[in-house]
């Protein structure tokens, strides 16, 4: 569970460190990445903005000129182990659909996953997000985190989860089911079975698990994106 909870404080810094700029009290070591090429280049550099699109800004220098990397063109982008932790974050592109956005759900290019689970049958993946508060007055904006499935064998990684900060979802089990309707396991576990919405909010990877019983059954629905 502490990898894990390192795992999601990296992915947090990535979304915020977003659009920011690096300020000199920054920890280089925070920043600090090898990035593998599908041609078989490796940049050992730092990581300038976020990764949540189709391309990433690396410099060889810290704070340095940076270069950008499209997304198809990744084989690996790793968050080394460094002095304080020996673990190491992995992440490699996927193609996704996306239904917790309502534009560009199915985007064109791969997005950058970490793999937090993994069976035969599935992986399980999650992803640094952005999410945004509109008013009159306010704009507000703040990293999140995505959380997806992956069948192996399909074209693309499906995202069934936005982590929701500063509000209350109303009607969770009628948005999980509409996100995971191909799965009727999961549906039914979702209406009869032990699901507590509490652990889900402090642990959505909770329903991997589900997940991954539904497509051993067997019963569930082909992708169609």
Same mark, same amino acid.
């Given at each position: ?36 090429? =599908? ?8 990581? &300038?903005?976020? *990764? ?22 990744? $084989?690996?982008?790793?968050? #080394?182990?460094?002095?304080? %932790? %020996? &673990?190491?974050?992995?992440?490699? !592109?996927?193609?996704? =659909? %996306?239904?917790?956005? *309502?534009?560009?759900?199915? #985007?064109?290019? !791969? ?6 689970? +993994? ?11 952005? %999410?945004?508060?509109?008013? !009159?007055?306010? =704009? ?24 929701? *900060?500063? &509000? ?36 959505? $990877? ?6 991954? $019983?539904?497509?051993?059954?067997? &019963?569930? +629905?082909?992708?169609?994106?």
């Amino acid at each position: 569970m502490m990898k894990y909870l390192k795992y999601v404080l990296t992915l947090l810094l990535i979304a915020l460190a977003a659009g920011q700029t690096i300020h000199a009290k920054d920890n280089p070591d925070d920043y600090k990445v090898v990035l593998t090429l =599908h041609d078989g280049t490796v940049v050992n550099g730092f990581l &300038s903005g976020g *990764i949540m699109g189709d391309k990433i800004k690396v410099s060889e220098t810290f704070k340095g000129k940076t270069q950008k990397y499209k997304t198809a063109d990744i $084989e690996s982008l790793v968050f #080394p182990a460094t002095e304080n %932790d %020996d &673990s190491e974050v992995v992440f490699t !592109p996927m193609m996704v =659909h %996306d239904p917790c956005e *309502i534009v560009g759900r199915n #985007p064109k290019s !791969p997005r950058l996953l970490m793999k937090i689970y +993994e069976t035969d049958k599935m992986i399980g993946y999650v992803s640094p997000a952005e %999410d945004f508060t509109f008013t !009159p007055t306010l =704009h507000t904006m703040w990293g999140t985190m995505k959380y997806y499935y992956y069948i192996k064998g399909e074209k693309r990684a499906h995202a069934y989860w936005k982590i929701i *900060i500063n &509000s209350k979802v109303i009607g969770l089990r009628k948005m999980l089911k509409g996100r995971l309707d191909r799965f009727p396991l999961v549906k039914e576990y979702l209406d009869h079975g032990n699901f507590d919405s509490k652990e889900f909010f402090d642990h959505p $990877e909770v329903l991997m698990p589900v997940i991954n $019983e539904a497509i051993e059954s067997g &019963s569930y +629905e082909t992708e169609k994106n």
